[in-house]
């Protein structure tokens, strides 16, 4: 089942939809933003060089830096008298990302999400429970919008407040809960000190996005929960949640093309990479009118697939997002990214999905620590399971951290509201 016709069109007729609303955008941002003018005029080109997706490539990027050298307003194709509604990142390595929404603009963004939510495997039948923060971040009235444009029921029960959460997934019978993956885990852990067994629950989908999430921790949840767990992919500089999602088949994001458009380059040159070779995705947004965006490099890892899926959607699919370019860490000249701690830590039962990376700098040395929380049921060796984990992070990472702390269940400060805090990095403090 799908929402609309355009996830199975055949791919010549989407390149002609991209085509044609390419230049559109590419017309809207030259005469409208300032700073597409000058980076057009810089390069010598206006915009009638772009005339399909493939001129693209003519183009330089577009980078989170812009967005805050033009804080807030400044990257608006629009005067505020049209947008309807604003939103933000969070801002959490400097001024946030400002973006704004006309009224076609926030229908475009309820008709992607409600295409989500079809590929998930809901229907207007459904009650799917929010779980999202509501405000500036996109998450929360991204997701509601989505909901009541598919038709089905939309509980918006916000962030936070896990008990609640249990109670209304229990009293009114939800199909579907949208929040965090690691949020979905600390669901399960208070349902299970309220006395509820949340597999008995009517739930059967999590719509999970915000962080990362390796394949091990959503077959956690999967199992935690007795539920499906669908990746859900977005951000606010592009639209927010609804950019992409998997499909039932769980095998790669579907990207809604007719809206956003995808290219896959090497991190390091900015040059493109061949199909199905992994590299940053960046994406160019197709139906924006507030807020057009052209190249712009999420940061975020991924391979494209343009095979059509046995779903029966064309649309190319990404791989799940474990990593970004700017979430690589370097201890003592060795690169890692914190879903490989995550991988080895999910492939011990005897210790909990919970987890903290620190480093710090003594002696001018980088030190690594890692924190991981043993299972509430566990009465083994800790000595011999604290060898066994060490010596797979040293296979996994190429290197030993320097301590391995193993803490009681429940001593890893859990997120209720926002994205969790994996790496805490004190060089520099």
């Known amino acids: 089942m799908v929402f609309d016709s355009m996830e199975t069109a055949p791919r010549s007729e989407l390149r002609e939809v991209q085509d044609e609303r390419l230049q559109k955008t590419v017309q809207n941002a030259y005469e409208n933003v300032e700073f597409y003018r000058e980076v057009f005029d810089e390069h010598g080109l206006t915009p009638d060089d772009i005339q ?20 807030p307003t400044g990257m608006f194709a629009r005067e505020m008298d049209d947008v309807v509604r604003i939103h933000a990142s969070s801002g ?8 704004g929404y006309t009224q076609d603009d926030l229908d475009v963004w309820s008709k992607a999400v409600a295409r989500c939510l079809v590929a998930s495997g809901l229907g207007s039948d459904d009650v799917v429970q929010n779980a999202y923060g509501y405000g500036l971040f996109t ?5 509601h919008q989505g909901i009541e444009e598919l038709g089905a029921t939309v509980i918006p029960i916000g962030g936070g407040n896990t008990q609640r959460q249990v109670e209304m997934l229990a009293d ?20 299970d000190d309220m006395g509820y067994d949340i597999k008995d629950l009517p739930l059967r989908v999590v719509i999970f996005g915000a ?9 956690e949840i999967e199992e935690r929960l007795g539920v499906k767990g669908i990746d859900i992919y977005g951000l606010s500089e592009i639209v927010g949640p609804g950019v992409s999602i998997e499909c039932e088949e769980q095998n790669g994001l579907h990207i809604w093309e007719d ?14 990479v061949e199909e199905g070779e992994e590299g940053e995705l960046v994406l160019t947004t197709l139906a924006k009118d507030a807020l057009p965006v052209l190249r712009y490099r999420t940061g975020d890892l991924t391979t494209l697939n343009y095979d059509t899926c046995e779903c029966g959607r064309t649309c190319v699919r990404m791989d799940n997002i474990t990593g970004r370019a700017d979430d690589l860490i370097i201890v003592r000249g060795v690169n890692f990214y914190p879903s490989e701690v995550e991988s080895v830590v999910l492939e011990f039962d005897e210790v909990a999905p919970h987890y903290r990376i620190d480093i710090r700098r003594e002696d001018n040395l980088d030190k690594l620590e890692i924190t991981v929380e043993l299972a509430e049921d566990f ?26 702390d193993l803490v009681e269940y429940g001593n890893i400060a859990r997120t209720e509201v926002g994205k969790v805090q994996r790496v805490y990095d004190h060089r520099g403090q």
Not at 93 to 99: H, L, N, S
Not at 181 to 187: E, G, T, V
Not at 384 to 399: A, E, H, M, P
Request: overall charge negative; charged content about 25%; aromatic content about 8%.
């Open 52 to 71: 399909s997706v493939e001129d693209l490539s003519k183009l330089p990027f577009t980078t989170k830096e812009d967005f805050r050298d033009h804080y």
């Open 172 to 191: 009114l019978g939800s199909d579907a809960i949208s929040c965090t993956p690691s949020y979905a885990l600390y669901l399960a852990e208070v349902a």
């Open 211 to 219: 962080e990362p999430c390796t394949e091990p921790m959503r077959e």
């Open 139 to 143: 998450g929360g009235l991204g997701l």
């Open 379 to 404: 009465d083994g060796s800790r000595s011999d399971l604290t060898s066994r984990i060490q010596k797979r992070l040293s296979n996994v990472l190429s290197f030993t951290p320097d301590k391995l």
């Open 259 to 272: 809206y956003f458009y995808p290219e896959v380059v090497d991190p390091n040159t900015g040059e493109p």
């Open 92 to 99: 959490t390595t400097g001024k946030p990302k400002i973006v």
